[in-house]
């Protein structure tokens, strides 16, 4: 009877077991297969989503280009033949540019002498060009300022006429932007010649030029509304090979091969131009890897390029692959254990046999708790912020751009024009944590001068967040002031997963000067890298005690403030505050030797007491005596730990405590139970083998258990 018993719970154990490994066998190459293929497509849906984003950017701007080119040859069209008369001009620009909104300028330019008021010859030198064009949003009447049938080359440093003579020569068509003279904003425009129905001429010649324009603003606010990541970007080139639009605004009306000269990222970009392709490159300076597509502009010569960042769509994948990993893990740990019980109860259940798939369960959860710590530790916090972090000088003009049309929906506003970009370097020569919630900070922090602006009004730098900072002047040169600085930080740090916790310490950085329209810009051309794990900004032998330094890098973060700070009139209007960040990973030696060893001896002297036991002449108080004397040592340890952290909540190696906490107790009630004069089968059977047996498979999981609770 007893052997048919032991047949039937080795069928049945076997049964689960071969259903359970089934299913993890199942799971793990789902999970593997996933895992593999499933960043690719991932990584395929971002590009095809830029890439639906890019059709449509470039099919609104097409839409507006071609408004500009329909007003142009309709005001043409009605001037040649007589339709439209010279009276009646400035009228008609009026109503032109005030039912499109979206265009800047209209204009009529006439030749010396070919407007009809001006055919004397005592005035034939006179020059009537009235332009509507966008003061503040609101169209305004104005009138030639320059003699744009003056042609000036690049060395006269005139204003540029080339939109007047390059239609009287070639036709209608688009010009490559330039900077108004006038209107203080770089200007895309559509040109075309017109011939005058009065003329006494056997054959019409031109008269004059009508124009319509579009502020790069409006491209650039099209642009920077591009699904592209925080800051991936957009650029447009032109057929003779001139940028129309791109982030960094010097780098517009210039030429490739010019740009290309300094910038190497920009000229790789630019290198081979294909519709098909999507072609890669990689930023030497900030190690990052760029994905970059092309579009043509319908109706144009000009191509869109849209840059996407590596980085960026790998941090939004690797939350997904994180968890893909602990499942992955945990399947194959579930299929292992399935196979050793399979393996090991195969000739009948024995207890020599349930010791091996206790030792084998143990072991797994051991290295799966192992593997979790591993990826806990290897994953940067930047995944979870909602920072922008700056990789690269494109990236930081794509960014602000975003911010400002996310903030107040438009980049044409003179808020916007006003702004002063003052680049602001760091230096980190030391680290030190205080208490669990205050860091202090020395280092060096700089500031470039810039060019034209009265550096009083913007120079200086404050540290908002500071409970105290003391901060003198360390040098000065022509283009750069710089402090030294020693500065203490209150941060409210998560300590949740400690001892495998990774902190970001980070540095808010105000200028001084923020009511007058001041932002900083990070410095980026005085550091070598940018790469976050070369740890740019961070002296390279920092002494950190207990920590290891892991990335470091500038980021943006718009914050609201609702306060004028006593400013009348001051309004934040949305202006990011630049924040360098330090990743800081801890040194789990120390903390594992204090808390983890003493906790594993604890549940090891537990251990062998079970082999002590004995099922008579054991005193039920010295049991308790024990069982006592180990929580008391426990619950001491536990203080010891609440008092060095400063976290809200219970924190992951709390929990090894409230397990041994229930150890302790369970052991005591089955130590209890053993040595009394009941018959209880489970504990009697065999000496108590069982809970022996046990022991470490229940804390093990439990532990498992709290660890994948607490970092997935």
């Known amino acids: 009877m007893h052997n048919q018993s032991d047949i039937h719970h080795k069928k049945m154990i076997s049964a689960i077991s071969l259903i ?60 040649s033949s007589g339709e439209l008369k010279e009276e009646h001009i400035e009228d008609r620009l009026f109503e032109d540019i005030n039912s499109n909104p979206e265009i800047f300028g209209v204009g009529v330019a006439y030749k010396k002498g070919a407007y009809k008021k001006y055919d004397e010859s005592s005035q034939n030198d006179l020059l009537y060009a009235p332009t509507y064009s966008r003061k503040n949003g609101d169209p305004q009447l104005f009138q030639a300022s320059y003699d744009y049938t003056v042609r000036y080359n690049e060395s006269d440093n005139g204003p540029n006429t080339e939109w007047y003579h390059r239609a009287l020569i070639e036709g209608g068509g688009f010009n490559d932007p330039y900077f108004g003279s006038r209107s203080n904003k770089y200007i895309i425009e559509y040109s075309i010649p017109f011939t005058t129905a ?29 699904e592209s990541g925080n800051t991936g970007y957009g650029f447009i080139v032109s057929k003779d090979g001139n940028v129309i639009s791109h982030p960094i605004k010097n780098y517009v009306g210039k030429s490739v091969d010019e740009i290309s000269g ?20 990689y930023e030497a300076q900030s190690g990052n890897k760029l994905w970059v597509f092309y579009e043509e502009i319908p109706g144009t010569e000009w191509i869109l390029g849209v840059v996407l960042k590596d980085e960026e769509i790998s941090n939004q994948m690797s939350q997904e692959q994180y968890n893909k990993k602990i499942y992955l893990s945990l399947a194959m740990a579930v299929f292992l254990a399935s196979i050793s019980i399979i393996g090991f109860t195969r000739n009948g259940i024995t207890s020599r046999s349930l010791w091996k798939i206790a030792i084998i369960i143990s072991v797994l959860c051991l290295i799966e708790m192992g593997f979790i710590w591993n990826l806990a530790m290897t994953k940067p916090i930047s995944e979870n912020m909602d920072d922008i972090i700056i990789y690269d000088e494109s990236g930081l003009e794509s960014s602000l751009e975003k911010i400002y049309v996310s903030e107040m929906g438009d980049l044409n506003n003179e808020y916007v024009d006003s702004v002063i970009k003052v680049p602001t370097g760091i230096f980190v020569q030391s680290i030190e944590f205080s208490t669990g ?52 930080l209150r941060e409210q740090f998560d300590y949740m997963t400690y001892p495998f916790d990774v902190e970001n310490v980070w540095i808010k950085l105000w200028s001084d000067s923020f009511e007058n329209n001041v932002i900083l810009v990070p410095d980026l051309e005085s550091y070598e890298s940018l790469d976050p794990e070369s740890n740019p900004g961070l002296e390279k032998d920092l002494v950190l005690e207990g920590w290891e330094a892991k990335e470091s890098y500038f980021s943006y973060r718009v914050n609201d403030y609702d306060s004028n700070f006593g400013i009348d009139g001051y309004n934040h209007q949305g202006n990011p505050d630049l924040y360098f960040n330090m990743e800081l990973k801890r040194d789990v030696i120390t903390p594992f030797i204090t808390y983890m060893i003493p906790l594993l001896l604890i549940a090891l002297l537990i251990f062998i007491a079970l082999f002590t ?10 049991i308790l005596k024990y069982s006592a004397s180990l929580m008391l040592i426990l619950m001491v340890a536990h203080v010891s730990l609440r008092d060095s952290l400063t976290a809200s909540g219970i924190i992951y190696i709390e929990y090894f405590y409230i397990i041994m906490y229930l150890v302790v107790l369970g052991i005591s009630l089955n130590a209890l139970l053993f040595a009394s004069d009941k ?28 660890t994948i609770k607490t970092f997935y």
Request: no cysteine; glycine share 4%; charged share 20%.
């Open 262 to 281: 300094t910038d190497e990222v920009f000229k790789e970009l630019t290198s081979s131009i294909s519709h098909d392709t999507i072609n890669t490159v």
């Open 679 to 706: 018959k209880i089968p489970i504990i009697d059977y065999e000496n108590n083998i069982i809970a022996k047996i046990i022991y470490w498979p229940v804390i093990m999981t439990l532990v498992l258990m709290v």
């Open 437 to 488: 919630n205050d860091v202090i900070i020395t280092g060096y922090v700089w500031q470039k001068h810039i060019e034209g602006v009265n550096d009083d009004h913007v120079h200086g730098v404050i540290f908002p967040e500071s409970e105290s900072t003391s901060i003198d002047k360390a040098y000065e040169t022509e283009d750069v002031t710089g402090w030294y600085f020693t500065t203490t």
């Open 613 to 622: 036991e004995v099922k008579v002449d054991t005193d039920p108080s010295e």
């Open 198 to 226: 009065y003329a006494d001429q056997k054959e019409l010649s031109p008269a004059g030029v009508v124009y319509a324009s579009y502020s790069l603003e409006g491209v650039r606010n099209n642009i920077a509304s591009l």
């Open 20 to 79: 359970i490994l089934i299913a993890s066998f199942v799971l793990v190459i789902n999970f593997g297969y996933d895992l593999v293929y499933g960043t690719d497509q991932i990584l395929e849906s971002s590009i095809d989503s830029a890439q639906l984003e890019a059709q449509n950017s470039a099919e609104q701007i097409s839409s507006t280009l071609i408004v500009l080119s329909d007003i142009s040859q309709s005001i043409a069209a009605e001037l």
